[in-house]
């Protein structure tokens, strides 16, 4: 559930400001947000992620 519901907010947030945007723009910007999260969680997992920013 921790991975799950800001996913879903931010491909809700996307959605929300590109409904007047082509259906390949709102792609690419679902695919570059999502890169973004799966690559903040693999850091945070990792062990990479700067003390400062966790709970």
């Given amino acids: 559930m ?21 259906w390949n723009a709102r ?10 999260i799966v690559l903040i969680v693999m850091l945070e997992r990792g062990g990479f992620w700067p003390d400062a920013f966790r709970r």
């Avoid at 991975?3 to 947030?13: C, D, E, M, Q, R």
């Avoid at 792609?27 to 973004?36: F, K, M, N, R, S």
């Fill in 27 to 36: 792609l690419v910007t679902l695919a570059a947000t999502l890169a973004v």
């Fill in 2 to 22: 921790e991975i799950l519901i800001p996913v879903l907010a931010g491909v809700t947030l996307i959605w929300l400001i590109g409904r007047g945007a082509p």
